[in-house]
């Protein structure tokens, strides 16, 4: 059984900086993709960056240049490093790995 467990949100104020990491387990993770969604209150879970095993990498609009995903295999982690962060950023962040997801870790930004 495959299980996602996402850490590293909080409160942050804008122009700030988070760091969000997802542990995986049971499953060979450098096989398969990564990707981090989020959520903001009363809309849909939207997909904000995505790495392919090889390591290609994709991102949504809004956080070209400050979001940045990666991984490291050895450890069975996937990262999402997000710098300048906006307000509109805030919202319950959930990492997918294969068809299982993660429980979610709030990231808020405001002053």
């Known amino acids: 059984q495959v299980q996602l467990v996402e850490s590293g949100g909080g409160l942050v104020q804008p122009g700030g900086s988070l760091r969000l990491s997802c542990v995986v387990s049971g499953s060979i993770f450098s096989i398969a993709g990564l990707a981090w969604y989020r959520q903001a209150p009363g809309k849909q879970r939207e997909l904000v960056a995505a790495i392919t095993s090889g390591g290609f990498t994709t991102y949504t609009d809004p956080v070209k240049g400050r979001f940045t995903i990666s991984r490291d295999n050895a450890k069975n982690t996937g990262y999402l490093q997000m710098n300048s962060l906006k307000p509109e950023d805030t919202g319950v962040y959930y990492c997918?790995?294969?068809?299982?997801w993660g429980q979610g870790t709030q990231v808020t930004v405001s002053s």
């Open positions: 997918k790995h294969l068809s299982s």
